[in-house]
């Protein structure tokens, strides 16, 4: 399968994002043909300082390295490296009215967040993201469901294109996350985990081995002792017994039984354990990474140049398409 998803370029990810997404792809691009693309375009929608864009975008290509994303299997670029990208872009906005993209949720929450800076971008952003997909005939989107409409939108684009110039573009489909399980706050387990809420509830990615266990000990637990999953009960252990399970491979099932005689602490004294080993050899590659800025960029440049071969040759059949060529 082809599968292409995109990331924006901010700072630093936490443990949800990880096991939400990241850690998928790495899975993913076992058996499938992938590509990962830094949507810098994406990002200059809404406001963020010209100064950060260039390190957040190299610190966001090392997270993935880090993580186990491998150049070797997948191809990652920068979206503003290919022009046909906001070539495509301008194309498909001919073939969709206005008023679809006005009733998008994203575009609505986004202009409720910043009424000052409500541009023709922020109402385009879903035509360049449809652009993004159809360009690599993807397959398969692998997205959380705040991005499932878009994705929807980008196959009615691809259909509506279809029909009125020929068969040109594969219709993509959405790969929602199968864990499903929303990482929660340590802080305020109804909560999701967020690197804008407290941060003592968020555990980053890179964090030190002695940032995660003072954060693991002092997450906020439930009344009564038992290691037992309850989401509406018990919050906290719950959250918990998620995060163990999803970074151990074991089932939750399996920890409710190892961990029957022991309290709140000694379950957590073993989680900070898990999560020093699985999280400490990615702390060390993230180091070694960005000392190596040159091998960073040239895995940047080798994306870009096989990434352009299959967008040079969709957008050619599109413009013939299209009456263009
Ligand atoms: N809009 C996506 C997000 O905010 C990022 C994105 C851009 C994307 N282009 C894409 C995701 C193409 C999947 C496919 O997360």
Redesign the pocket.
């Known amino acids: 399968m082809r599968i292409?998803?995109?990331?924006?370029p901010t700072g630093d990810v936490h443990i949800g994002n990880y096991l939400g997404a990241i850690k998928q792809w790495v899975k993913l691009q076992e058996k499938n043909e992938c590509i990962f693309?830094i949507?810098d375009l994406?990002a200059i929608t809404t406001p963020y300082k010209k100064e950060q864009l260039q390190k957040n975008i190299l610190e966001t290509t090392v997270t993935y390295l880090a993580a186990g994303l491998n150049p070797e299997k997948s191809i990652i670029f920068v979206?503003s490296q290919i022009k046909e990208h906001s070539e495509l872009a301008w194309l498909l906005g001919t073939i969709i009215p206005v008023g679809e993209l006005q009733r998008m949720t994203?575009f609505k929450e986004k202009t409720k967040k910043h009424p000052k800076y409500v541009n023709a971008g922020l109402l385009n952003?879903?035509v360049?993201?449809?652009a993004?997909?159809l360009l690599y005939q993807?397959q398969l989107?692998?997205?959380?469901k705040?991005?499932q409409q878009?994705?929807e939108l980008?196959r009615t684009i691809a259909r509506r294109f279809n029909q009125q110039f020929g068969k040109t573009f594969k219709l993509p489909q959405t790969l929602l996350s199968k864990t499903g399980a929303k990482i929660m706050s340590l802080q305020n387990p109804t909560k999701k985990m967020s690197k804008t809420g407290n941060p003592r509830g968020c555990i980053g990615l890179f964090d030190k081995p002695g940032i995660i266990k003072s954060k693991v000990m002092a997450a906020v637990t439930d009344t009564g002792k038992e290691i037992v999953y309850n989401p509406q009960k018990k919050p906290g252990i719950s959250n918990l017994l998620t995060i163990y399970s999803l970074f151990s491979e074991k089932p939750i099932k399996q920890l409710e039984t190892e961990f029957k005689d022991q309290d709140y602490v000694d379950f957590k004294e073993s989680l900070v354990k898990v999560l020093i080993k699985s999280l400490e050899p990615l702390r060390q590659k993230r180091k070694e990474l960005l000392d190596r800025e040159v091998y960073v960029n040239e895995i940047l440049n080798q994306g870009k140049r096989k990434a352009e071969i299959i967008a040079q040759s969709t957008i050619k059949e599109v413009k013939k398409n299209m009456g263009l060529l």
Request: hydrophobic residues 35%; proline residues 7%.
């Open positions: 292409f998803s995109g990331v924006r693309c949507v994406h979206q994203q952003y879903p360049l993201m449809a993004d997909i993807t989107v692998p997205v959380g705040d991005q878009h994705v980008t």
